[in-house]
């Protein structure tokens, strides 16, 4: 497998991280069975691959999966995208079950930090009306929340959020 592959190379594996992921703004009767495996492997069954291997040749260590803060909404415009991803909140809890107490499983939510694709590389785009917090959440803010769930023992199953709060507000 590719978590033995790379254990073989590097030596024990302590940490996975799982942040691939695809997407395509399809509505559920405009998708296609390949537009829904797409999403399904690489944003729920690669994790769960890895997960599984990871699990297999590693004593203790740290799982942390990438979500989405969409995942406590129902987002109709992307429905594979959605599915994928609320499939891979439930893994993240399940695996935090089945593995501890020898292995955490987390997963951080964050909330837009690119603008959307019509909008291109404007410095201007502004997606704050909808945060309470009124700002998009930085890369540096989403690293940091990462790195606390690496660093924190006493967590596992854990969803954090950074959004600004847009979660909270249960939109699209």
Avoid at 72 to 86: A, E, F, G, N, R
Avoid at 100 to 121: E, H, K, M, R, W
Avoid at 146 to 152: K, T
Wanted: proline share 6%; net charge negative.
């Amino acid at each position: 497998t590719l978590m033995d592959r790379a254990a073989a190379q590097f030596g024990s594996i302590d940490i996975l991280i799982n942040n691939a992921a695809v997407f395509h703004k399809t509505r559920l009767a405009d998708s296609t069975h390949d537009i829904v495996m797409a999403e399904l492997q690489a944003n729920l069954l690669a994790p769960l691959a890895l997960i599984r291997g990871f699990a297999r040749q590693t004593r203790a260590g740290k799982v942390i999966n990438l979500l989405d803060r969409r995942i406590t909404s129902h987002d109709t415009s992307c429905v594979p995208y959605m599915l994928s991803k609320k499939g891979l909140e439930e893994l993240t809890k399940l695996a935090a079950l089945d593995l501890a107490p020898n292995i955490t499983v987390n997963a951080v939510a964050p909330g837009a930090i690119l603008p959307p694709p019509q909008q291109g590389d404007q410095p201007t785009w502004e997606y704050a009306g909808t945060i309470p917090l009124k700002k998009r959440p930085s890369l540096t803010e989403i690293t940091d929340a990462v790195l606390y769930l690496l660093l924190s023992d006493s967590l596992t199953g854990q969803i954090l959020f950074v959004d600004g709060g847009q979660n909270l507000l249960g939109e699209n």
